[in-house]
């Protein structure tokens, strides 16, 4: 049942009972490991090594619980953050945010335990399974993008936010091919060296090591030619000064009324450090102005006499409340504050379970939201840039990052650049801020967009067109960031198509699932 290779390894671990849960487990933590904060993104072109060898020769049903297994160890590692944000901002006890965190564990983990069940429907060998893994991978990622609310946050490519010649290919793929050719080289690895006697058969495997070396010869190729050329187009490139202002606004004061002088005060005094730079643009983070604005006599003037002293554009983030059909609904907003006292907005169209709204809330009546000081949000009714006189701003609020059409949706409208306004103070000094950020490269790199951000507790940055974080402002600091932000019009390959990888692998999908169908059918017969 073993070859060679698991007689080795099966004198370290024992039994071969004991053995495939051991590799399951190391490959879980390596890729852990990949994800930020740690980000040893090279750990993720092997982590599955040892899963796929786990899974060689068994059957389905042992296929998915080793896969399920996997995506446990997988998902608590990466999500673990989740019991915190619930137990210290949600309000919630122990045994509650671990049992959402565990609810949400055990959703992901069905993933890759479909994942490990379909792999081995085709022989690990040959140039079909070459393609059939990574194929099934992004199958099931953008499932899981889309299923539900949708959830891609920390998707398999995001591990290699920090490897920027990789990435550059995102702007043909999107996030989805990396996670393609990160699979890809884990399953060539794997049929070349940890499938049966790797010092034979080389005459047979030459094919499947051609396709691998010239797939990341090329994507290396690419990814140092597109550097290079970006960096030019972004200094020919029409520019826009802009200011990033970080106010870290403690999360347990930030909708105490008896606060809100002192943080509209904080936010006045840290922009007033960067007046003499004349910003076309201040930016302050999600909620920074922490009241109805619009609404609110006492602070809102002071917000029309600020951009009327700087002469600059102030873009900010406030709750707002309308009433419509007789029932009153609240929005997460995005204000765009003018010089001469024009006002525009953009409300969150995408919001986050639990954190602005309760789903299926009639069945968890003993779940509330994170931010209890105002009702359920309801979401805007569509993507729509904001108009700035040097040129238009698509505005993703907080959780919207993560969504890779939004962005898209904003670029095709003619945005020229991504603002993002997020208060990523629920998520404390975990691994979760610096996850967020990681996931915005892919954003500017699939739309050759900059990127400006604001953080209310950090990680506010600036992120140019090549997905490199050029400036950034550290967690639980106040301060704020200036940079002159090149303005790009031109649109990339995945901004016009989009996601037709994944179709290429859907069809990879459905044309292995027929070929084992057709075998299954084949052995059966008499």
């Given at each position: 049942m073993?070859?060679k290779?698991?007689?080795?390894?099966?004198?370290?671990?024992?039994?071969?009972k004991t053995?495939?849960?051991a590799?399951?487990?190391?490959?879980?933590?390596?890729?852990?490991l990949?994800?930020?904060?740690?980000s040893?993104?090279?750990?993720?072109?092997?982590?599955?090594?040892?899963?796929?060898?786990?899974?060689?020769?068994k059957?389905?049903?042992?296929?998915?619980?080793?896969?399920?297994?996997?995506?446990?160890i997988?998902?608590?590692g990466?999500?673990?953050?989740?019991?915190?944000?619930?137990?210290?901002?949600?309000?919630?006890g122990?045994?509650?945010?671990?049992?959402?965190?565990?609810?949400?564990?055990?959703?992901?983990a069905l993933?890759?335990?479909?994942?490990?069940?379909?792999?081995?429907?085709?022989?690990?060998?040959?140039?079909y399974a070459l393609?059939?893994?990574?194929?099934?991978?992004?199958?099931?990622?953008?499932?899981?993008?889309?299923?539900?609310?949708?959830f891609p946050?920390?998707?398999?490519?995001?591990?290699?936010?920090?490897?920027?010649?990789?990435?550059?290919?995102?702007?043909?793929?999107?996030?989805y091919?990396?996670?393609?050719?990160?699979?890809?080289?884990?399953?060539?690895?794997?049929?070349?060296?940890?499938?049966?006697?790797?010092?034979?058969?080389?005459?047979k495997?030459?094919?499947?090591?051609?396709?691998?070396i010239?797939l990341?010869?090329?994507?290396?190729?690419?990814?140092?030619a597109?550097?290079?050329?970006?960096?030019?187009?972004?200094?020919?490139?029409?520019?826009?000064?802009?200011?990033?202002?970080?106010?870290n606004?403690?999360?347990?004061?930030?909708?105490?009324?008896?606060?809100q002088?002192?943080?509209i005060?904080?936010?006045?005094?840290?922009?007033?450090?960067?007046?003499?730079?004349s910003p076309?643009?201040?930016?302050?983070?999600?909620?920074?102005?922490?009241?109805?604005?619009?609404?609110d006599?006492?602070?809102?003037?002071?917000?029309?006499?600020?951009?009327?002293?700087?002469?600059?554009?102030?873009?900010?983030?406030?709750p707002?409340?309308?009433t419509?059909?007789?029932?009153?609904?609240f929005?997460?907003?995005a204000?765009?504050?003018?010089?001469?006292?024009?006002?525009?907005?953009?409300?969150?169209?995408?919001?986050?379970?639990?954190?602005?709204y309760?789903?299926?809330?009639?069945?968890?009546?003993?779940?509330?939201?994170?931010?209890e000081?105002?009702?359920?949000?309801?979401?805007?009714?569509?993507?729509?840039?904001?108009?700035?006189?040097?040129g238009?701003?698509?505005?993703?609020?907080?959780?919207?990052?993560?969504?890779?059409?939004?962005?898209?949706?904003y670029?095709?409208?003619?945005?020229q650049?991504?603002v993002?306004?997020?208060?990523?103070?629920?998520?404390?000094k975990?691994s979760?801020?610096?996850?967020?950020?990681?996931?915005l490269?892919f954003?500017?790199i699939?739309?050759?967009?900059?990127?400006?951000r604001?953080?209310?507790t950090?990680?506010s940055?600036?992120?140019?067109?090549?997905?490199?974080?050029?400036?950034s402002?550290?967690?639980?600091?106040?301060?704020?960031?200036?940079?002159?932000?090149?303005?790009?019009?031109?649109e990339?390959?995945?901004?016009?198509?989009?996601?037709l990888?994944?179709?290429?692998?859907?069809?990879?999908?459905?044309?292995?699932?027929?070929?084992?169908?057709s075998?299954?059918?084949?052995g059966?017969?008499?």
């Open positions: 073993f070859d290779r698991s007689n080795i390894l099966k004198g370290f671990f024992q039994t071969e053995m495939p849960l590799l399951v487990l190391v490959s879980g933590i390596l890729l852990v990949a994800f930020p904060k740690i040893w993104s090279f750990l993720a072109w092997i982590a599955f090594g040892p899963l796929f060898i786990a899974l060689d020769n059957s389905p049903r042992e296929r998915f619980k080793l896969g399920y297994l996997f995506g446990i997988y998902s608590l990466v999500f673990y953050w989740v019991t915190y944000s619930m137990r210290y901002y949600g309000g919630l122990l045994l509650t945010s671990c049992a959402i965190l565990l609810l949400l564990v055990f959703y992901l993933y890759t335990g479909v994942f490990a069940w379909l792999w081995g429907a085709i022989p690990p060998q040959g140039l393609l059939w893994a990574p194929s099934i991978w992004v199958s099931l990622e953008y499932a899981r993008a889309h299923l539900l609310t949708g946050w920390e998707l398999l490519g995001h591990s290699q936010q920090n490897n920027l010649t990789v990435i550059q290919i995102a702007e043909f793929t999107g996030d091919g990396i996670s393609f050719l990160v699979i890809l080289v884990n399953q060539c690895l794997y049929q070349l060296f940890l499938r049966g006697d790797p010092f034979r058969g080389w005459a495997k030459w094919k499947e090591a051609l396709i691998g010239s990341m010869s090329l994507t290396i190729s690419f990814g140092l597109a550097l290079k050329e970006q960096k030019d187009r972004d200094e020919k490139a029409p520019y826009i000064k802009a200011a990033v202002i970080q106010g606004i403690d999360q347990s004061i930030k909708w105490n009324p008896a606060f002088g002192k943080t005060e904080t936010y006045k005094q840290l922009t007033s450090g960067f007046l003499s730079e076309d643009i201040v930016i302050w983070p999600e909620t920074a102005v922490p009241f109805y604005f619009l609404n006599s006492r602070f809102s003037p002071q917000l029309f006499q600020l951009t009327r002293e700087s002469g600059g554009y102030l873009l900010f983030g406030s707002a409340a309308e419509r059909g007789g029932v009153m609904h929005f997460n907003r204000y765009l504050l003018s010089p001469e006292g024009k006002v525009s907005h953009y409300d969150k169209v995408h919001l986050v379970p639990f954190g602005e309760v789903p299926l809330k009639r069945f968890l009546p003993f779940v509330g939201k994170m931010v000081a105002i009702g359920d949000f309801s979401p805007g009714k569509e993507n729509k840039g904001l108009s700035h006189p040097k238009k701003l698509g505005v993703l609020i907080c959780f919207e990052t993560i969504f890779s059409e939004i962005s898209r949706a670029k095709k409208e003619g945005s650049l991504l993002n306004l997020t208060n990523d103070a629920w998520f404390g975990t979760a801020p610096h996850q967020h950020l990681s996931i490269t954003r500017a699939e739309n050759r967009l900059w990127i400006a604001a953080a209310n950090g990680i940055a600036f992120i140019d067109s090549t997905g490199q974080i050029v400036k402002f550290p967690l639980f600091q106040s301060g704020g960031i200036y940079a002159k932000i090149p303005l790009r019009s031109e990339t390959f995945y901004c016009r198509y989009g996601d990888l994944v179709l290429f692998c859907c069809l990879i999908l459905l044309g292995g699932l027929a070929l084992a169908e075998k299954h059918k084949r059966k017969r008499p």
